[in-house]
């Protein structure tokens, strides 16, 4: 399958990117791993008229701690996140979640940055990145702003990103002492996309949990925070039974994807049962 | 739109124009041919397309030739030396690890990294590396058998100079 005709432009820098996007317009589009937008152009999907291949910018590819915040560069690839010491001493989540995407080739050339832009309701990273509390930085020619993940992702293959913008790094915050965090997924068997995918997150105060995070991604058209199982927490000893009634709440008042994969009701039942593995995890009851 | 291109592939720098929407596995056959690498699904799922580009398994059917600008590539035609099959090649029809050997090259261009990251794979790690190449034919029990066998042989080379 071929892709319809398009100009190829290999960026060499930020600045040479950020310059190629104003100069193409809204037909031009970023070029990351090109594992999510090549094979949509082969299907023609997807036709841009220019792409800006960002894919050898070394100054995008990097995993660093800057004080207490993981500052990740926009296009390092799935495989190097998942093979990153410093994100397995310091959030081995966010390794564990490189780890489960796809397949070792589509890890190698996958990009974290890339994952976020094309908001693929059922991508991995969503989940991880809402429980950890990432940001976004988002950089045009005129600026760099900073999107909390939360706010970035608005729908179905949508985002707050704007046509002449270029996601430039994300950034996550080490948790405190005593947090321990976990994403589990229940996957499709061949690509392994999450038919959902719950992402945990909590910090244990002398017998009770406190910051409880819980995230979902595949469950509805936008990954999302899920509050209702969070606040039924905050605080608990989180044993056995409480926690098994809490997660009982797991997409209520979401909207609920129903498909070819799995119906509304199935997947609702997978993501009360996914939310209770991964919060044993982090509780230290899995 | 024409781009050029210059890629080393399997010891040898070629040196093109090419289209900007022609693939790299595209490339690698019908430009250069280079058939041994082949095209199953071409939607990214089987890995039939396998080749090695700068050290890593990539699938050749999901980037672009020009992508592959200044690349160091190996494809299944880079590993015999001089005739000499490569252990895993050996491995293979010593294991029985094909049979109508279309899903072949990929399995072992993605077995040449998995052992370059991990030497000595259990059976499972093995299993787990392979999740990105179908095989239609084996049940993969055989393909399973191959690597490991190799590894154990490549790791007796390095043991014995
Ligand atoms: C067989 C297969 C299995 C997969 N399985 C999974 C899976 O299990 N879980 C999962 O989460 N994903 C999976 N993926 C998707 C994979 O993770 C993609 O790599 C990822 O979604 C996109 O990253 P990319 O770097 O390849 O982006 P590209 O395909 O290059 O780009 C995707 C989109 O993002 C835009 N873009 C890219 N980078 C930037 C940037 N820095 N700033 C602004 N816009 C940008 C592009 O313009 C394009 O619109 C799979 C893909 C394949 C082919
Ligand atoms: S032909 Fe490339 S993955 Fe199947
Ligand atoms: S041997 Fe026929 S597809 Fe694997």
């Known amino acids: 399958?071929?892709?319809?005709?398009?100009?190829?432009?290999?960026?060499?820098?930020?600045?040479?990117?950020?310059?190629?996007?104003?100069?193409?317009?809204?037909?031009?589009?970023?070029?990351?791993?090109?594992?999510s937008l090549i094979p949509a152009m082969k299907l023609r999907f997807n036709n841009?008229?220019?792409?800006?291949?960002i894919g050898g910018i070394s100054e995008l590819n990097?995993?660093?701690?800057?004080?207490?915040?993981?500052?990740?560069?926009?296009?390092?690839?799935?495989?190097?996140?998942?093979?990153?010491?410093?994100l397995n001493s310091s959030l081995p989540m966010l390794a564990e979640t490189a780890a489960t995407i796809g397949d070792i080739q589509v890890r190698n050339k996958g990009t974290i940055g890339g994952s976020l832009a094309h908001a693929d309701?059922?991508?991995?990273?969503?989940?991880?990145?809402?429980?950890?509390?990432?940001?976004?930085?988002?950089?045009?020619?005129?600026e760099s702003r900073v999107v909390a993940i939360a706010d970035f992702f608005q729908g179905l293959f949508t985002t707050d990103l704007g046509d002449a913008e270029l996601i430039t790094e994300i950034r996550v915050p080490l948790p405190p002492a005593n947090t321990r965090s976990t994403y589990l997924k229940f996957e499709q068997p061949a690509s392994r996309f999450a038919i959902v995918g719950c992402a945990a997150m909590v910090t244990r105060?002398?017998?009770s949990f406190g910051n409880v995070r819980v995230a979902f991604t595949g469950v509805s058209a936008s990954p999302f925070?899920?509050?209702?199982?969070?606040?039924?927490?905050?605080?608990?000893?989180?044993?056995?039974?409480?926690?098994?009634?809490?997660?009982?709440?797991?997409?209520?008042?979401?909207?609920?994807?129903?498909?070819?994969?799995?119906?509304?009701?199935?997947?609702?039942?997978?993501?009360v049962v996914f939310a209770e593995r991964a919060l044993k995890v982090v509780t230290g009851q899995g | 739109m024409s781009v050029p291109i210059s890629i080393?592939?399997?010891?040898?720098?070629?040196?093109?124009?090419?289209?900007?929407?022609?693939?790299?596995v595209q490339y690698l056959r019908e430009t250069l041919r280079l058939t041994g690498t082949h095209v199953g699904c071409?939607?990214?799922?089987?890995?039939?397309?396998?080749?090695?580009?700068?050290?890593?398994?990539?699938?050749?059917?999901?980037?672009?030739?020009?992508?592959?600008?200044?690349?160091?590539i190996i494809t299944i035609e880079g590993l015999a030396n001089n005739g000499a099959l490569h252990p895993l090649q050996e491995s293979f029809k010593e294991e029985h690890g094909l049979q109508c050997g279309f899903c072949t090259p990929g399995m072992i261009m993605t077995a040449l990294q998995l052992l370059e990251d991990n030497p000595q794979p259990s059976e499972a790690e093995i299993r787990h590396g392979l999740e990105g190449n179908y095989c239609r034919c084996t049940g993969y029990h055989n393909i399973v058998k191959a690597i490991y066998h190799a590894s154990r042989k490549m790791g007796k080379e390095v043991v014995h100079g």
């Open chain 1, 1 to 35: 399958m071929i892709p319809s005709e398009f100009e190829y432009f290999r960026a060499g820098s930020v600045k040479e990117a950020l310059e190629l996007l104003n100069e193409k317009g809204p037909d031009a589009k970023i070029l990351a791993g090109g594992h």
């Open chain 1, 48 to 53: 841009p008229g220019a792409l800006i291949d």
């Open chain 1, 62 to 86: 990097y995993i660093r701690e800057e004080n207490d915040v993981l500052a990740i560069g926009a296009a390092t690839t799935h495989a190097d996140l998942a093979a990153s010491g410093l």
């Open chain 1, 121 to 142: 309701p059922a991508a991995d990273w969503p989940a991880a990145l809402l429980a950890a509390e990432a940001e976004v930085i988002i950089t045009s020619r005129s």
């Open chain 1, 205 to 207: 105060n002398n017998g």
């Open chain 1, 225 to 271: 925070r899920d509050h209702g199982i969070e606040q039924a927490l905050e605080g608990q000893p989180a044993d056995g039974a409480q926690l098994h009634e809490a997660c009982k709440l797991a997409g209520n008042g979401v909207d609920v994807m129903g498909d070819h994969f799995a119906s509304k009701e199935y997947r609702t039942h997978l993501a």
């Open chain 2, 8 to 24: 080393t592939i399997n010891g040898k720098i070629y040196e093109s124009e090419v289209d900007s929407r022609l693939l790299l």
């Open chain 2, 42 to 72: 071409d939607t990214s799922s089987c890995g039939a397309c396998t080749i090695i580009v700068d050290g890593k398994a990539i699938k050749s059917c999901t980037m672009l030739a020009a992508q592959a600008h200044g690349a160091t």
